[in-house]
Nanobody, 125 residues
Framework: QVQLVESGGGLVQVGDSLRLSCAVS????????MGWFRQALGKEREFVAA???????NYADSMEGRFIISRDNAKNTVYLQMNNLKPDDTAVYYC???????????????????WGQGTQVTVSS
């Protein structure tokens, strides 16, 4: 059974930093593209960042430079370091994984077949 479990969310102030983690089990983690998406209240789920098996990264334009995605294959974990947080970053953040035969760190939500339950990030002004 594949499980993706996010952690690290919480309530922070404008300008603060936060690191999200996603622990993955039930698959050979190193063989999968991993991504982060987020969904604000009343909005569509949107792409944040993705990382390939070889650590090639892809970011949404609005997050590049503030957010950093990384992976630790020894720990079966993908991270999202978020810096200089803004109120618009308030959302539920979801970890996602692509099926093993895809190698592109895609920004398309429908390209991801594995999803976590999400972790809430709230940025207060």
């Amino acid at each position: 059974q594949v499980q993706l479990v996010e952690s690290g969310g919480g309530l922070v102030q404008v300008g603060d930093s936060l690191r999200l983690s996603c622990a993955v089990s039930g698959l050979t983690f190193s063989r999968h593209v991993m991504g982060w998406f987020r969904q604000a209240l009343g909005k569509e789920r949107e792409f944040v960042a993705a990382i390939s098996r070889t650590a090639t990264t892809n970011y949404a334009d609005s997050m590049e430079g503030r957010f950093i995605i990384s992976r630790d294959n020894a720990k079966n974990t993908v991270y999202l370091q978020m810096n200089n947080l803004k109120p618009d970053d308030t959302a539920v953040y979801y970890c996602a994984g692509r099926f093993v035969y895809y190698i592109d760190p895609s920004s398309r939500r429908n390209d991801y077949g594995y999803w976590g339950q999400g972790t809430q990030v709230t940025v207060s002004s």
